[in-house]
C-alpha cells in the first residue's frame, strides 16, 4: 500500500496581499511560508519518501525544492501540478472579486458556466488533470510514498473524488499552506488518512 501526500506550497506573498495570482509568476513564499516548508520537511523525513513531483509555479517549487534538499530527493516538475487558470481573475484581491462579481469561487465548485466564459479553468478540468497525475504515480510508484507539491484548489479536486463534498464544503474547507493531506492508494481506491497535517507549532494559528 503506497501513499500519495499532497502538499500545499508555503505561504507565499500572494496569500498575506489576499489576491488571487493563479498562474502568475515571480510570487515568493514569504519568510513565513519557508519556516513551514522547512517544518513540513522535517515531517517528511520520517514517511520515506520515494519521489517529489512539483507544480512548476514558484511557490510551489520553492517549497517542493526545500522538501527535496531535506530529504536528498530531486524535485519532478510536471504541470499536471499547476494552479488553476484564474482568467479575467488573475491578479485581482479577492474583495474586489467578490464585490463586482459575487462569490466566484463558489461558482468554481459548483461548476457554473460564467466561470468558464471568464477564462477560468472549471473544477471538472482540475480534477481530470489531477487524477492523471494521480495514475501516473500508482503505475510509475507502485507501493511507494510520493509527495505532490502544489495549490489549493489541486488537492481539493483530489479530495472530492473519494469524499462526497458539496460546493459550501469545497469552498468553507481551508487547506493550510505547508499542510500535509495524505491518501492511501491500494488496488486504485484511495482512502483519506490526513488532512492539514502540519507542524505542532502551527495548530493554533488562524488561517
Given at each position: 500500500m503506497g501513499q500519495i501526500i499532497f502538499l500545499r506550497h508555503g505561504q507565499a506573498k500572494n496569500n498575506t496581499d489576499r489576491v488571487l495570482a493563479g498562474r502568475t509568476e515571480g510570487i515568493p513564499l514569504t519568510e513565513a511560508g519557508?519556516?513551514?516548508?522547512?517544518?513540513?520537511?522535517?515531517?517528511l523525513e520520517h514517511m520515506n519518501i520515494s519521489a517529489i513531483?512539483?507544480?512548476?509555479?514558484?511557490?510551489?517549487?520553492?517549497?517542493?525544492?526545500?522538501?527535496?534538499?531535506h530529504n536528498s530527493i530531486d524535485?519532478?516538475?510536471?504541470?499536471?501540478?499547476?494552479?488553476?487558470?484564474?482568467?479575467?481573475?488573475?491578479?485581482?484581491?479577492?474583495?474586489?472579486?467578490?464585490?463586482?462579481?459575487?462569490?466566484?469561487?463558489?461558482?468554481?465548485?459548483?461548476?457554473?458556466?460564467?466561470?468558464?466564459?471568464?477564462?477560468?479553468?472549471?473544477?471538472f478540468d482540475v480534477k481530470k488533470r489531477v487524477l492523471g497525475i494521480v495514475d501516473h504515480i500508482i503505475a510509475s510508484h507502485p507501493d511507494q510514498n510520493v509527495v505532490l507539491v502544489t495549490h489549493m484548489d489541486p488537492i481539493k479536486a483530489m479530495l472530492s473524488t473519494i469524499v462526497d463534498l458539496s460546493a459550501t464544503?469545497?469552498?468553507?474547507?481551508?487547506?493550510?499552506?505547508?499542510?500535509?493531506?495524505?491518501?492511501?492508494?491500494?488496488?486504485?481506491?484511495?482512502?483519506l488518512s490526513g488532512l492539514n497535517v502540519m507542524h505542532t507549532s502551527r495548530f493554533d494559528q488562524n488561517w
Open positions: 519557508i519556516k513551514q516548508a522547512e517544518h513540513t520537511a522535517e515531517l513531483y512539483s507544480s512548476p509555479i514558484q511557490r510551489a517549487k520553492h517549497t517542493a525544492e526545500i522538501v527535496g534538499q524535485v519532478i516538475i510536471d504541470d499536471r501540478l499547476i494552479e488553476l487558470d484564474m482568467g479575467k481573475f488573475t491578479g485581482m484581491p479577492y474583495d474586489e472579486i467578490i464585490n463586482s462579481h459575487g462569490n466566484v469561487f463558489m461558482k468554481f465548485y459548483n461548476g457554473e458556466l460564467e466561470i468558464a466564459h471568464n477564462g477560468v479553468e472549471t473544477f464544503n469545497l469552498f468553507e474547507l481551508i487547506i493550510a499552506n505547508a499542510s500535509l493531506n495524505i491518501f492511501r492508494e491500494k488496488d486504485q481506491k484511495f482512502s
